[in-house]
């Protein structure tokens, strides 16, 4: 609690005119229990927790919503629709409070530097990297993988423009490498509409393992995010018997990639936190 009432004061120095109510409501729950929810109402924002929650987790949503409401007092009003201006009020909002969580000392340069190339891992690895914005906008709420990539190109965007803006004072360093894009080796948006496998590509991972057009899906489980992680496919034979092929969602051409580091030793100028 007191972190949260520490943030809200940094925050109070952005612009002290500001009219904006928090309410903090601390939840009973069980001692393992570690969530927390929060609503925003016209100039507000409530956030429930419960003594468990993850401090950091919290901050995140506390400036992000108060990102949202203070930066259109700070800039001109967004021109409309909405959702064309995503990569602005959600992304760069999503970057905008990490950073100032990191300058004023809520979290830890190298915790920033983490946050960022996970973005930067996603921006090369995800299965719609080469969709253009407009794509990606279009498809925005077809599902999470989907919104995360648009979040991740928006946060990395912030990321170069500030860079631009104050050069080497961020203690980064970045480094290319090749590294495989996610690719599950089938058509796996469409296994849902028959239970079909279809579009396994020959020579592919999928394939490799055994997966083949026309054989019956049950289940499946991987992580977009992350190539080197096992995807596993269950299928079903015509006479039932189910069988469960594991392999790596690695693309067969590896795709170029970029790796933040934060630098050792080095000092990012911080902003003014407030209290003791
Ligand atoms: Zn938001």
New binding site residues.
């Given amino acids: 609690m007191s972190r949260l009432l520490d943030l809200l004061e940094t925050f109070s120095g952005l612009q002290r005119s500001w009219d904006y109510v928090v309410f903090l409501m601390r939840m009973a729950g069980a001692p393992q229990d570690n969530s927390f929810v929060g609503t925003a109402f016209p100039d507000g924002f409530s956030l429930f927790f419960t003594d468990n929650a993850e401090p950091q987790a919290i901050e995140q949503l506390l400036l992000?919503?108060m990102l949202?409401e203070w930066l259109p007092t700070a800039f001109p009003p967004l021109p409309p629709p909405e959702q064309d201006m995503y990569w602005f009020s959600?992304r760069f909002?999503e970057y905008l409070t990490d950073r100032l969580l990191r300058d004023w000392e809520f979290i830890d340069h190298r915790i920033f530097v983490e946050g960022m190339n996970a973005h930067l891992q996603l921006v090369a690895t995800s299965p719609w990297a080469d969709l253009d914005h407009e794509a990606l906008e279009r498809r925005f709420f077809e599902s999470c993988e989907i919104s995360e990539l648009t979040y991740a190109r928006g946060a990395v965007l912030a990321l170069l423009w500030d860079l631009l803006h104050i050069g080497t004072r961020q203690c980064i360093r970045f480094a290319r490498s090749e590294v495989s894009r996610f690719d599950l080796g089938f058509d796996h948006e469409s296994v849902g509409r028959d239970g079909r496998i279809v579009g396994v590509k020959a020579g592919g991972p999928a394939w490799r393992a055994g997966l083949r057009d026309g054989q019956r899906y049950t289940s499946g489980q991987w992580n977009f995010k992350d190539p080197e992680d096992n995807a596993e496919i269950t299928i079903q034979s015509p006479d039932g018997e189910t069988r469960t092929l594991v392999y790596l969602p690695r693309s067969p051409k590896p795709v170029n990639a970029v790796t933040a580091t934060a630098v050792e030793g080095c000092s990012v100028k911080s902003g003014t936190r407030a209290g003791p």
């Fill in positions: 992000h919503e949202h959600e909002t």
